[in-house]
């Protein structure tokens, strides 16, 4: 048993649905699953009732569920405090980054750190976000530049800090070339080539929600324009 496998169980326990939990703890729901299965094989115990409709804890199960809750808390709490004195001490700063960010906004930022911190030793992870966030949560990191994920961890202190413009690119010949900017409804019945969810998670899901987004503001058009009708 470790702490992976009691994060998961707690988030898993709280939702008791194995597909939101998993997109929270951002992994697949086989996964999430066999991290479940050998904890139980673990403690030798049956934590979840499991069927094809729903979840539940068995009475074994919620009894964990507040215990683990407060393993994790008294955990987190003591990595910070060792964590914050070791960074005090050899003044190393781990930092994660995305390309986006770690090509664009970091220089900057780290030209002013080192002119403030001259002796610091930096540390720069390039990768993707739902691989940088656990990283995070799990001590290896002290800092990350990510992309929004869906959900944000509790134990996370997080700041906004940039926009990114989103482009659409065409071929030169098409409609939209002479457009200096477009609407969701301007090119909704066009066929799109978006990012790979398997390989670009955030940069997919915050394409979809911009979709989304721009489908509900053209709904709420649609139905404003048939009530001034009426």
């Known amino acids: 048993m470790d702490i992976n496998q009691l994060r998961c169980f707690v988030v898993l326990g ?17 996964s999430l699953s066999r991290f479940i299965k050998l904890l139980e094989d673990d403690l030798g115990i049956r934590l979840l009732n499991r069927s094809t409709r729903n979840v539940s804890l068995t009475p074994e199960g919620a009894a964990f569920l507040n215990e683990a809750k407060t393993v994790i808390a008294d955990f987190d709490a003591l990595r910070q405090r060792f964590r914050k004195n070791s960074l005090l ?9 995305i390309d986006s960010a770690a090509k664009g906004l970091l220089p900057e930022l780290l ?3 080192v002119r403030r911190f001259p002796e610091a030793d930096i540390h720069l992870t390039e990768d993707k976000s739902h691989k ?3 990283r995070l949560i799990s001590g290896w990191l002290d800092v ?3 992309r929004p994920p869906e959900h944000i961890d509790a134990m996370l202190t997080t700041r906004f800090i940039a ?9 030169t010949n098409h409609r939209l070339v002479s457009y200096d900017e ?15 969810r398997r390989t670009r998670r955030h940069s997919h899901d915050l394409t979809m ?9 053209l709904s709420s058009r649609s139905m404003l324009k048939r009530s001034r009708l009426s």
């Open 182 to 196: 477009v609407s969701i409804d301007d090119f909704r019945h066009e066929p799109v080539i978006l990012p790979e």
């Open 111 to 113: 030209n002013l750190f």
């Open 144 to 146: 990350v530049f990510v």
């Open 163 to 171: 926009n990114e413009t989103c482009v659409l690119a065409v071929p």
């Open 89 to 97: 001490q050899k003044r190393t700063l781990r930092i994660g980054a």
């Open 14 to 30: 709280d939702e008791l649905h194995f597909g939101r939990a998993a997109r929270k703890l951002e992994m697949m729901p086989a």
């Open 209 to 217: 929600n911009i979709f989304k987004e721009g489908a509900a503001c």
């Open 132 to 134: 940088l966030i656990p």
